[in-house]
């Protein structure tokens, strides 16, 4: 399935390296640190870092997943800080990376460094079904999970 996801660029420098798939098989493309000056993590610190990419996924079926690139954080010890960023499909601004340095060893991140994966991936909405269950719940509800639930005991 192909879907067109709109990708705007808001560094000039981020123009020469727009994300892309490294080979036809690719699931994801990497996004790149939009620094001016490289960026050093001491063992245990994180920080929020931008990509220069901002996105519109625009299909509510649709979600893209920032990911940690799999040598960086075995080699390196550079993960993410919240394991992995989700993307919702209304959400209009920058990708930003949470960056975690899990090593032990000072670790510098590079202007236009590959540090981190954006994957788009398929969802469904759950229906939340609940019938005088084993908790003795007098709740009955089939419809979407939006916000908080209140269920009646």
Request: net charge negative; aromatic share 8%; proline share 5%.
């Amino acid at each position: 399935m192909n879907q067109t996801i709109e990708l705007k660029l808001l560094r000039p420098d981020v123009f020469a390296t727009i994300p892309e798939y490294g080979t036809t098989g690719s699931a994801a493309v990497d996004l790149r640190a939009a620094i001016d000056d490289s960026v050093v993590l001491n063992p245990g610190d994180c920080q929020l870092l931008p990509t220069g990419v901002a996105i519109h996924i625009s299909n509510p079926g649709l979600a893209g997943m920032i990911i940690p690139r799999s040598g960086l954080g075995h080699k390196k010890g550079l993960i993410l800080g919240n394991s992995v960023g989700l993307i919702d499909s209304d959400y209009h601004g920058e990708l930003m990376v949470s960056c975690w340095n899990r090593s032990e060893n000072e670790l510098t991140i590079d202007p236009l460094m590959r540090f981190a994966q954006l994957v788009i991936v398929l969802f469904l909405t759950i229906y939340c079904s609940c019938m005088r269950c084993h908790f003795h719940c007098n709740f009955y509800s089939t419809r979407p999970i939006t916000g908080k639930q209140s269920f009646v005991h």
